[in-house]
């Protein structure tokens, strides 16, 4: 089936330094979107990727979209306590079925 | 605006026993999803819909059964519990080309 590996599962950093999860597939994605999670909530989406090499930035986040379509990132610069949580990648293979991969646990510490 | 509401927040079934996990939503959105959340691998698509009357099969779904009769609704029934379907499932709903807007969650737990 299809499969939407993210790396890394844990990361513990100090408050002000910077977090990338990171999300791979072996097949060219139509499109990935991302979503937060903080412990004792749902998901909640924060942005979708579509182009081939797109960018997006939103305040200290930055979204890639790599140029063969099967990878993306999340960077986080200067990372603040609020930023807790996990982080889920979801990709899609044709826009409607999007599968999530397992998530990148963020824990930062002040 | 409600958003996605989700019923029951908690439930305890026996093996074997049958239920309906309640999801409803309030903006309009054609496409809706079942998933499925366990510790350490992610969430996982049980069901999906593009419409009403429009239904298809996610990751994982044996042991489970939608419907989507209305735009607004889309329960999720257990057919026979197993301790295996002890998760947290989140609905989920969302315009085409945009992010989804997930329910708070029904934990539920099989014994």
């Known amino acids: 089936g299809q499969q939407v590996m993210q790396i890394p599962q844990y990361q513990h950093v100090q408050e002000g330094e910077d977090f990338t999860t990171y999300c791979n597939s072996s097949t060219t994605l139509s499109n990935i979107q991302w979503y937060k999670q903080r412990p004792g909530g749902h998901p909640v989406f924060l942005i979708q990727l579509v182009k081939s090499g797109e960018v997006k930035k939103q305040k200290r986040l930055t979204f890639q979209f790599g140029e063969a379509k099967k990878n993306s990132s999340l960077h986080i610069t200067a990372t603040q306590t609020t930023d807790v949580g996990t982080y889920f990648c979801?990709?899609?293979?044709?826009?409607?079925?999007?599968?999530f991969g397992s998530g990148t646990k963020l824990n930062v510490k002040p | 605006n409600a958003g996605v509401t989700q019923t029951p927040k908690f439930q305890v079934l026996k093996t074997g026993q049958s239920m309906t996990l309640q999801c409803a939503q309030d903006?309009?959105?054609?496409?809706m999803s079942w998933y499925r959340q366990d510790p350490g691998m992610g969430l996982r698509l049980i069901h999906y819909s593009v419409g009403a009357g429009i239904t298809d099969q996610g990751e994982v779904p044996n042991g489970y059964n939608v419907s989507r009769s209305t735009t607004e609704d889309f329960p999720l029934r257990l057919l026979s519990a197993a301790p295996s379907q002890t998760s947290v499932y989140f609905c989920?709903?969302?315009?085409?080309?945009?992010?989804?807007?997930f329910g708070s969650g029904t934990r539920l737990t099989v014994v």
């Open positions: 989920a709903s969302r315009w085409p080309n945009y992010g989804y807007t």
């Open positions: 903006m309009n959105h054609e496409y």
């Open positions: 979801a990709g899609a293979w044709g826009f409607n079925k999007f599968y």
